[in-house]
């Protein structure tokens, strides 16, 4: 069935630097992809999404490659800033979402 | 554009009450979702909702249980509470139904924070 996996964190980072986190999923047929952010006290919104393999979903300076081969959707950001602390899930569909990884980011 | 609404914000039950939380999508989505997050774990799918109809359901016991009315809201109802029972039930809406639907993207309320004593 589908499923996905999500590097669980947490994370802990200095300002201005550079994030990774991994995302791989199992899936029959071509479903899209997504990152929500969730940020304290609030509900999850949208971050990016891909609907297609090699597609690209950016936002905020976030990044993400749909990768039909490695069957993953890492996210990326060059330069983090304290504002990102937040907890990210990587999500399949409705019904699949990562555990969720907390991002901490020290000025 | 209002987003989705959920109320009540916080509400504290005891164990065994019965609890209801009400759920408003954005205007014109016909698809309601429901989630349980309980602290320091990540989102459980609970229910799904479209056009009235319940279209899947997570791995939980019956006594969660909810509809969806012609207006789209939606309600969570949970009976004989139990202390595990303790999280935050976040609401989404989505804009499409139908068979595809459950790789649309989601719009999320603020949620609702159970606290079950």
């Known amino acids: 069935g589908n499923s996905v996996t999500q590097m669980e964190g947490p994370v802990t980072l200095s300002e201005e630097a550079f994030l990774t986190i991994n995302c791989t999923y199992t899936?029959?047929?071509?479903?899209?992809l997504f990152w929500y952010v969730q940020y304290p006290g609030e509900g999850l919104q949208l971050l990016l999404k891909?609907?297609?393999?090699?597609d690209k979903g950016s936002n905020k300076g976030f990044e993400a490659t749909y990768r039909k081969e490695t069957t993953s959707f890492h996210l990326e950001k060059g330069s983090v800033q304290v504002s990102d602390s937040a907890v990210y899930f990587c999500?399949?569909?409705?019904?699949?979402f990562g555990a969720g990884t907390r991002l901490t980011v020290k000025p | 554009e209002a987003g989705v609404t959920q109320s009540p914000t916080h509400l504290i039950k005891t164990r065994g009450q019965q609890v209801t939380l009400r759920c408003s999508p954005i205007?014109?989505?016909?698809?309601v979702y429901w989630y349980q997050q309980a602290l320091g774990l990540g989102l459980q799918f609970l229910l799904w909702?479209?056009?009235?109809?319940?279209?899947n359901r997570g791995n939980f016991p019956p006594r969660f249980s909810g509809r969806q009315f012609p207006n789209y809201s939606s309600e969570l109802n949970v009976n004989a509470l139990e202390l595990e029972d303790s999280a935050l039930y976040l609401c989404?809406?989505?804009?499409?139904?139908?068979?595809?639907?459950?790789?649309?993207?989601?719009?999320f309320g603020p949620g609702t924070r159970l606290t079950v004593l």
């Open positions: 909702y479209d056009e009235g109809e319940e279209r």
């Open positions: 205007s014109g989505h016909t698809s």
């Open positions: 899936a029959t047929g071509y479903p899209s």
């Open positions: 999500a399949l569909s409705v019904m699949r």
């Open positions: 989404a809406s989505s804009s499409t139904g139908g068979r595809f639907s459950s790789y649309n993207e989601q719009f």
């Open positions: 891909a609907t297609k393999a090699d």
